[in-house]
């Protein structure tokens, strides 16, 4: 089970407060648990670990044999916001970090596009494309979000022209609402193997849906395995208990920021794959709580690297923020540090230790000295990086978001402000029926 060890809070807060915002968060378990709170047609999310068919996980890897079986060595998911980052978040994690360097053959290499409009990026896409046999899975709940409409414009196009028509239409999978826009109507014309978005799932809790599962499948992970961690987070935190670990997370973050005025949060990390998890978390947190004028701010930091870069900040800066470290207990990998006869870089204090060690003591000296520094910190800790524990922990966050929000006093499941850039980007690129936009707009340039 996640576990969450919140002693690096307990110098700043009171055991009477603890107590408190549990009760608070109790409450805000109710209103999730219940079904009845703000955004409750959003809640299909929470059963998906128990309740994806198994026939649907074997369809995504029939895809994943039948790409195989043309040749495909390079997929190309298409997609922006929770349409990109669960499964880029995984297949990072679960990746060798020098896969590429080292040529691994294990299953086709899954890149990304659609989350920029830069064409700088689409042309070097368009450069490996030509070196690779490439297929696509496109991905968009809505079927209109520009990004992904853009690079999927373009892939498709040189798909068919490299390829043929008939064959560019089976490697190409989208990822769509059942019934309604542009990429459905395209995807019934052209005659792509589809999957569904149900209705009930909001983008950012979409990873554990094929929006996630396909593309991390394709990459050559356990869907199963990701799945089951996910099933047994399902199954731990339907208790309602003030020992529940998202009770317990969503008690201590909206504790320190109302009480404290901590409006930032940091997740911490200590391993390089654990980047995107980062940016997955802090989608999933600033989309679900930055509204009504309230919301802490998710950032994050990946150690040890950050700890020259941040970590002036973090020590000595602005007192706005507290950490939650995401730890893992065990490295899948050993490497020990070797003696040097020499010892011109004094080291030989560390020879016969693991590097990991080392990785722990920074990652426990930095607790301390941030604690010391007026930075409260708790911990999520996971046994190791896998399928089962990614699943675990995915889930961890998105059921804690949930009470978490509901305990600030927002809906989790809205993003009404992600419309603000769109219309005026719409109006700057003069859409048909956006004219007065145009021109109000251009008057403020
Ligand atoms: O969480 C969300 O709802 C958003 O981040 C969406 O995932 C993102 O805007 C992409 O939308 P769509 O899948 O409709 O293209």
Redesign the pocket.
């Known amino acids: 089970m996640i576990k969450i060890d919140a002693k690096g809070c307990v110098p700043f807060v009171s055991d009477a407060q603890i107590q408190d915002y549990t009760q608070k968060a109790l409450v805000a378990y109710d209103i999730l648990a219940s079904e009845q709170g703000a955004g409750n047609d959003f809640l299909g999310w929470k059963h998906l670990p128990s309740e994806t068919p198994e026939a649907l996980v074997d369809d995504m890897l029939a895809i994943r044999e039948d790409w195989k079986q043309r040749g495909v060595d390079l997929v190309v998911a298409i997609?922006?916001?929770?349409?990109y980052l669960g499964a880029k978040c995984v297949i990072e994690a679960l990746s060798h970090s020098f896969g590429k360097q080292l040529k691994e053959k294990k299953a086709a290499e899954v890149v990304f596009a659609g989350n920029n409009l830069s064409e700088e990026y689409i042309a070097e896409l368009l450069d490996l494309l030509k070196e690779r046999n490439a297929a696509c899975v496109v991905?968009?709940?809505?079927g209109t979000?520009t990004e992904?409409a853009v690079a999927f414009r373009i892939v498709k196009q040189y798909l068919e022209d490299t390829y043929g028509k008939a064959e560019a239409a089976a490697r190409i999978v989208a990822i769509t609402d059942a019934k309604k826009g542009a990429l459905k109507t395209l995807s019934t014309q052209e005659g792509y193997r589809t999957f569904v978005v149900p209705d009930n799932v909001?983008?950012?809790f979409s990873v554990l849906t094929p929006v996630g599962l396909l593309p991390i499948a394709l990459a050559g992970f356990d869907i199963k395995a990701l799945l089951a961690g996910a099933c047994k987070a399902e199954k731990d935190l339907a208790v309602k208990a003030a020992e529940n670990p998202a009770v317990q997370y969503a008690a201590l973050r909206n504790l320190l920021y109302t009480e404290f005025g901590k409006k930032v949060e940091i997740l911490v990390t200590y391993n390089p794959k654990l980047q995107y998890l980062a940016e997955w978390w802090k989608?999933l947190y600033g989309?679900s709580e930055g509204k009504d004028g309230k919301g802490i701010f998710p950032a994050s930091v990946n150690n040890t690297a950050d700890l020259h870069s941040m970590g002036q900040f973090i020590q000595e800066g602005d007192r706005v923020m507290f950490e939650t470290v995401v730890s893992v207990e065990q490295s899948q990998r050993e490497v020990l540090i070797g003696t040097d006869p020499q010892n011109l870089d004094g080291l030989n204090f560390l020879a016969g230790k693991h590097v990991e060690h080392c990785n722990k003591m920074a990652q426990l000296g930095t607790r301390i000295a941030h604690i010391d520094g007026g930075v409260p910190q708790m911990q999520v800790s996971i046994e190791k990086i896998d399928e089962a524990n990614l699943g675990e922990l995915l889930y961890f966050f998105e059921f804690a978001c949930g009470v978490s929000a509901y305990l600030l006093g927002v809906n989790p499941f809205n993003?009404p402000g992600?419309e603000a850039y769109k219309k005026n980007m719409f109006a700057l690129l003069d859409k048909p029926g956006y004219e007065e936009a145009s021109k109000a707009i251009r008057e403020r340039l």
């Open positions: 997609g922006i916001g929770g349409s991905i968009s709940k809505s979000t992904p909001g983008g950012r989608q989309e993003q992600v």
